[in-house]
C-alpha cells in the first residue's frame, strides 16, 4: 500500500468509529484497520445495549466524566445518525438494608459526577415505575436509555466513511515499525503507512500497544453471558432492572434489560477466562442467569428463550483485583506520534463520543487541524417497513414493489430493506452484517425460515458462489456445496 494516511485507527468497534467520525470532521487522510469482516463481531456488538448515566464510576475518573457526557449528549448523536434509542430510565434494586446503603452511597456517588434525576425510591413507587419488577426498594435513575449497539456502530463508521475515512477489513495487524517518522503497519494482507497511529483495538488493545513500543498492559478477557427472550415479554418490563452491584464482580451483575426492539436480555454473567475469542455459553451460567433474573422479574419462563449469546469485557482489572481501573487514554514520549487506548470496556458505548472528542483534543495538541468544510454528520438509516401507517406501507410498494415481499417474517423485513442492507456503504458481505443492518434473522425463529433465501439474494446480488457465503467470519462458511438440485 504506497498511499501514506494522516491517521490510521486500529480497530473498528464502537469507539474507533466514534474517534474515525470525529477525525472526519477536519481535513486529514484517514484510514480504519478491522481484523474482522465487520464493524459489528466482538464487544461492542455483544452488550445490553444501555446508555449508561454515570453513577457507577469513580469519580475524577475519565470513566465518570466521559460516560455522563456521553448520556447527556446521546439525543443529538442518536439523531443525526439515525440511530434508534429509548431514554426510558432503570431501577437498581436492592432487598438488604446492606443494598440500601450501597444504594444511597451510589446515588451520592452519582451526584458527585454530575448525574441528574437519581432518587432512593420505596416499594410503592416501584410498583408505579414498573409493575412486574420485585423488590423493596431501589435507586430511579431517569437519565438511563436504551439503544442498538449494532447500529450505532455501524451508524459511525458509515458517516465517518462518507466523510472521507477509508475502512479496510479482515486486516489482521501483525507487526508495526516505525521508520524515518513514518509508522508501517503490517497486516495479514498489506502494509500500511502513516504519520500517526490511533490504538482503539479493544480485546487486543494490549498487543498492538506492545508493537508501538508501549509494554505496560495486559487485558484480563471478562466474559458475559446472555440469554433472550421473545419479544413477546417485552411487553412486560418497560425498562433496565438491575441488582446492586458487587464491586468486586467485573461486571454490573446479572440484570434485565429490555430491547429497543421490544425483546429482554437476562446477563451478563462475570466469569475471567483464558481466551479472547471464546464466547461459548455453559449450562452452569445459563441456570445461574435464570435463577438470579428470576428473583428480580419473575417472568421468566423457558419457552420464551429464543437466543443466548456472550460478549467479553476488555478488563485492565484482573480477577485478583477486581472492579474497574480507569480508561487508558495516553500520548507517551516512548511512542511518538500515537494516541493509545486501552481497557477501553463498559461504559465505553455511551462514553464514546466524549473519547472521540477527547482524542481529537490530544491531537490538536500536535497538530494544526483544518476544519472539512464538507463535513456531513448527518447518516440516512435503512427506512424499517413494519413500523410505518398503512398509507406510508402501500406508497412504499407503489415506490419499490420489493417492499411488498416479506423475506423474515417474524420481523416483518422486506426485500427492499434486505438489499439496502446487502449493499450497505461499507461493503460488508456476511449475514451478520446484513442481520445487524436490518433485523432479519433476529426473530423468534432466529433466521430458521428467512436465512438460506437471504443467503441466496446475497449470492445473487453480489454474484458469489455459495461456497464463498459466510455467515460472519473467515472461515464461516455457511455451504460446503450443492444440497439438492
Known amino acids: 500500500m504506497d498511499k501514506l494516511y494522516d491517521v490510521i485507527i486500529i480497530g473498528s468497534g464502537v469507539v474507533g468509529n466514534a474517534i474515525a467520525r470525529e477525525m472526519s470532521r477536519y481535513n486529514l487522510k484517514i ?36 460516560c455522563v ?29 446492606e443494598d440500601k446503603e450501597k444504594l444511597i452511597a451510589m446515588k451520592e456517588q452519582g451526584k458527585k459526577n454530575g448525574v441528574k434525576g437519581l432518587e432512593i425510591i420505596v416499594k410503592d413507587k416501584i410498583k408505579e ?40 477489513f479482515g486486516n489482521e495487524v501483525i507487526d508495526i515499525k516505525r521508520v524515518d517518522d513514518i509508522y508501517n503497519i503490517k497486516t495479514v494482507k498489506d502494509t500500511y503507512k502513516t504519520r500517526w497511529v490511533v490504538n482503539a483495538a479493544g480485546l487486543y488493545s494490549d498487543k498492538v500497544s506492545k508493537m508501538l513500543g508501549i509494554d505496560d498492559y495486559t487485558i484480563h478477557p471478562c466474559r458475559g453471558e446472555y440469554f433472550i427472550l421473545d419479544e413477546k415479554v417485552g411487553s412486560k418490563l418497560s425498562l433496565p432492572a438491575y441488582p446492586v452491584p458487587n464491586p468486586k464482580e467485573g461486571g454490573l451483575g446479572i440484570h434485565l434489560t429490555p430491547t429497543i426492539d421490544g425483546n429482554v436480555f437476562i446477563g451478563p454473567s462475570s466469569e475471567y477466562i483464558d481466551e479472547r475469542d471464546d464466547y461459548s455459553a455453559t449450562q452452569k451460567i445459563m441456570d445461574l442467569l435464570i435463577k438470579d433474573g428470576g428473583r428480580i422479574f419473575p417472568h421468566i419462563r423457558r419457552e420464551d428463550f429464543i437466543r443466548n449469546f ?120 456476511t449475514l451478520t452484517g446484513i442481520k445487524y443492518r436490518c433485523r432479519a434473522m433476529m426473530g ?28 460472519s467470519r473467515e472461515g464461516s462458511n455457511m455451504f460446503v456445496g450443492k444440497v439438492r438440485d
Open 31 to 66: 484510514g480504519v484497520l478491522e481484523k474482522e469482516l465487520d464493524v459489528c463481531n466482538e464487544t461492542s456488538a455483544r452488550n445490553s445495549g444501555v446508555l449508561h448515566a454515570g453513577f457507577n464510576n469513580k469519580p475524577g475518573t475519565l470513566m465518570a466524566k466521559f
Open 444 to 471: 423468534r425463529c432466529q433466521g430458521g425460515y428467512c436465512e438460506t433465501r437471504i443467503a441466496g439474494l446475497l449470492e445473487e446480488v453480489k454474484h458469489k458462489n455459495r461456497e464463498d457465503v459466510l455467515y
Open 310 to 429: 456472550a460478549g467479553i469485557r476488555p478488563k485492565l482489572a484482573s480477577k485478583e483485583e477486581g472492579g474497574y481501573h480507569d480508561f487508558v487514554i495516553e500520548m507517551r514520549d516512548e511512542a511518538p506520534n500515537v494516541i493509545n487506548l486501552v481497557g477501553i470496556e463498559s461504559p465505553g458505548l455511551t462514553s464514546s463520543t466524549p473519547i472521540a472528542k477527547y482524542v481529537v483534543s490530544l491531537l490538536k495538541q500536535k497538530e494544526e487541524l483544518t476544519e472539512n468544510e464538507n463535513f456531513n454528520p448527518i447518516r440516512k438509516p435503512i427506512v424499517t417497513f413494519n413500523d410505518k401507517s398503512v398509507e406510508e406501507k402501500e406508497a412504499l410498494i407503489k415506490e419499490n414493489p420489493d417492499y411488498g415481499e416479506v423475506i423474515c417474517r417474524c420481523q416483518t423485513i422486506t426485500k427492499a430493506e434486505i438489499l439496502e442492507a446487502i449493499n450497505n456503504p461499507l461493503g460488508v458481505e
Open 69 to 97: 457526557e456521553g448520556n447527556q449528549g446521546f439525543d443529538q448523536v442518536a439523531k443525526e445518525l439515525g440511530v434508534p434509542f429509548k431514554r426510558c430510565g432503570k431501577l437498581v434494586v436492592g432487598f438488604s438494608e
Open 129 to 168: 415505575i414498573e409493575p412486574n419488577i420485585d423488590s423493596e426498594f431501589a435507586m430511579w435513575s431517569k437519565t438511563t436509555g436504551i439503544l442498538n449497539p449494532f447500529l450505532l456502530t455501524i451508524a459511525l463508521a458509515e458517516n465517518a466513511a462518507a466523510n472521507g475515512a477509508e475502512y479496510y
